[in-house]
């Protein structure tokens, strides 16, 4: 197997992405390691923008021995590290503590998909790395009483079977309560929805071309329905929400990230949501809650693909890497 030891398709395809990813996560780790007043949250992020670096490093060399041309990805002319505060401490620990959950599955997906060794090796690293980051972000918000738990139940007595196709098909009248997987996934999804609007609504308060705040402002428009839609299933069942999160934007003006990274960034954040939310529609055993997972799945596609058109249309969006075309070889 792989006797020649050239990277499969996969492996380049994730390794291009996540330089992308890692040089966008270093230009806002810098920024907020320039205006975090909190010292537990300044050495956390001084901790995970060392880590970035080091993949960066790591995948930088991985180009080189493969004579792979090196993304452009985001640089120090999409971060303006004088710019005043955009967000408040509390604000970018929840930040730091969505796209670490991000990146844990983005790293076990290319740890299965990877089959040389360095690059699995890599990979288990990346892992390992995010876990610490994850868990010391998470410990945090715990230690500052600012993790939202979600809803809890009252342990069974008995193991109880399902006896009627109700509890599955009953879409008209009366709904039974969310079961617990239900209930959980809902509360994910809605807590991450509420961290990412937060982030939105900060980047079109400071946003510069026309196009880009109008994007954002329709991004706004979908992110409120999906949390509208996800709190009134809790409502239902007298089950607690997480606390909104626009009060943890300044009133600056001023923006501390260029409009193509805060438009990549709003683009990544629908584009995973789409992977919780189809997760969601197959956990869910009642149908109402598997049809709304999906509309909240489609309508992140509707606006995913819309960010990526306005992306071409800025010429911001490099091209993946793909292979030959044997035709144009042939003629």
Known sequence: MQENNHLTSSE?????AHYI???LS???NKYMVQTIQDPEIHHLFQSALKISSQHIETLKNLFRQEKFPIPNGFT???????APPLFTDVLCLKYLHIMTTHGLNEYSLSFTASIREDIVEFYQQCNLDAMEIYKKAKDLLISKKLYQQPPTYVTPKKVKIIKNYKYVTNILGKHRPMNSIESGHIYFNLSKAITAKAIMLAFKQVAKDPTVCTLLEKSLQ???KHIEGFSSLLIKDNLHLPQTLETEITNSTVSPFSDKLMLLQTGFLFGVAVTYYNASVIS???ADISVHCEKAGLNSLWIYSRIGKSMIDHKWMEEPPRA???KKLDD
């Not at 380049?12 to 291009?16: R, T």
């Not at 120090?76 to 004088?82: I, M, N, Q």
Request: with cysteine.
């Open 21 to 23: 990813r890692e040089t």
């Open 222 to 224: 979908v992110k409120n």
């Open 324 to 326: 030959e075309d044997r």
């Open 26 to 28: 270093v230009c806002v």
């Open 76 to 82: 120090e002319e999409d971060v303006d590290l004088k």
């Open 12 to 16: 380049i395809s994730n390794l291009w």
């Open 284 to 286: 869910s055993m009642r």
